[in-house]
């Protein structure tokens, strides 16, 4: 498995192919990535255990263990840790291109 460091948290790769990438996904207590859109796939995330707060195209909700959202492709998302302890997610991405150079940043806690 591959495995990234982010300043947020970590990441790892659990499945990839042509047509998916599937990661697991650690975000940090108080931690959040970046506000960010891609032009070539959408996701699904499945929240796993933690507490955090998803914006999504503008609007703010909580969710927690056994939530899940789609995002489609092009919409504005992020994902901030609320709680105390690490939120761990799963990620199921589909589309046509899933490098990393696909997320624009609107907002960016970490100036990259």
């Given at each position: 498995?591959?495995?990234?460091v982010r300043p947020?948290?970590r990441y790892e790769?659990?499945?990839e192919?042509?047509?998916?990438k ?5 975000v940090?207590a108080g931690a ?7 032009q ?6 499945f929240?796993?255990?933690g507490?955090?707060k998803?914006?999504h ?6 969710m ?5 959202i789609?995002?489609?492709q092009?919409?504005?998302h ?8 690490p939120v ?9 291109y899933?490098?990393?150079d ?5 907002e960016?806690?970490y100036?990259?």
């Open positions: 498995m591959d495995e990234d947020w948290g790769i659990l499945s192919s042509s047509d998916h599937v990661k697991r996904i650690v940090n959040r990535f970046s506000y960010q859109r891609h070539h796939r959408s996701e699904h995330w929240i796993v255990s507490d955090a998803v914006t195209e503008g609007l703010e909700f909580e927690s263990a056994g939530d899940s789609d995002i489609a092009g919409e504005l992020r994902l901030a840790n609320i709680g105390s302890e761990v997610f799963i990620e199921v991405q589909s589309g046509s899933f490098g990393e696909d997320i624009e940043r609107i960016d806690d100036n990259r």
